[in-house]
């Protein structure tokens, strides 16, 4: 069966940089967009990043652009998210998540798959 597992997170105090993975495994993951979202307590989940099935087109929302760089390696199956200048209010799960079809930029809706998460805490 399709597995999206998430590591990297952790604890990590403002102004700080961590690296998020995203193993993908039962699928064919070169034709998949990747995206990672997020969801902080009481919040609802949105939408971070996205790059390309070939990598040519990435999308960050506004809140991150220049702090957060997502890549992927279609030989290792794997996408990225590595995050610099983390803020108190980049707090919350992340998950990855893949789809196949629709749009090649702009905001990830309706994912194939999920991953479990993996918790950010960013200390003030």
């Known amino acids: 069966q399709v597995q999206l597992v998430e590591s990297g997170g952790g604890l990590v105090q403002a102004g700080g940089s961590l690296r998020l993975s995203c193993a993908a495994s039962?699928?064919?993951?070169?034709?998949?967009?990747m995206g990672w979202f997020r969801q902080a307590p009481g919040k609802e989940r949105e939408f971070v990043s996205g790059?390309?099935?070939?990598?040519?087109?990435?999308y960050y929302t506004d809140s991150v652009k220049g702090r957060f760089t997502i890549s992927r390696d279609n030989a290792k199956n794997t996408v990225y998210l590595q995050m610099s200048s983390l803020k108190p209010e980049d707090t919350a799960v992340y998950y990855c998540?893949?789809?196949?079809?629709?749009?090649?930029?702009?905001?990830?809706?309706?994912?194939?798959?999920w991953g479990q998460g993996t918790q950010v805490t960013v200390s003030s």
């Open positions: 998540a893949a789809k196949n079809g629709g749009q090649a930029m702009g905001v990830m809706t309706s994912p194939d798959y």
């Open positions: 790059v390309s099935r070939r990598s040519f087109i990435t």
């Open positions: 039962g699928l064919a993951f070169s034709w998949y967009r």
